[in-house]
């Protein structure tokens, strides 16, 4: 098990505007894909992914993500997109494992 532990929603909302609205609420919308499978987009809080962001191993790790259902998996972190002046998390993409 990993020393990263995300709590994540799916989100059926696509788009620009959604992802505003997103970012308002204080949430960071994300994209898991890879392993043959469909790409799932997720929605993370601000705070819990800017907590694991102040560690430089979180790049390199394993991170669980317990969806909201009970599910989990394990990926990588594959991009980050942060905002230009705040340096806050904007965008994410996991890879699964």
Request: contains cysteine; hydrophobic residues 35%.
């Given at each position: 098990?990993?020393?990263?532990?995300?709590?994540?929603e799916t989100r059926t909302n696509?788009?620009?505007?959604a992802s505003r609205r997103l970012?308002?609420?204080?949430?960071?919308?994300?994209?898991?894909?890879?392993?043959n499978?469909?790409?799932?987009?997720?929605?993370i809080k601000q705070n819990e992914i800017t907590r694991c962001l102040m560690d430089n191993n979180f790049y390199s790790s394993e991170i669980t993500l317990q969806f909201d259902?009970?599910?989990t998996?394990?990926?990588?972190?594959?991009d980050l997109q942060?905002?230009?002046?705040?340096?806050?998390?904007?965008?994410?993409?996991?890879?699964?494992v």
């Open positions: 098990m990993s020393e990263y532990i995300l709590n994540v696509l788009g620009k505007g970012r308002r609420t204080d949430l960071v919308p994300a994209v898991v894909y890879g392993n499978q469909e790409a799932l987009s997720i929605s259902d009970g599910k998996e394990q990926v990588t972190i594959c942060r905002h230009p002046v705040k340096s806050h998390a904007m965008h994410a993409d996991f890879k699964r």
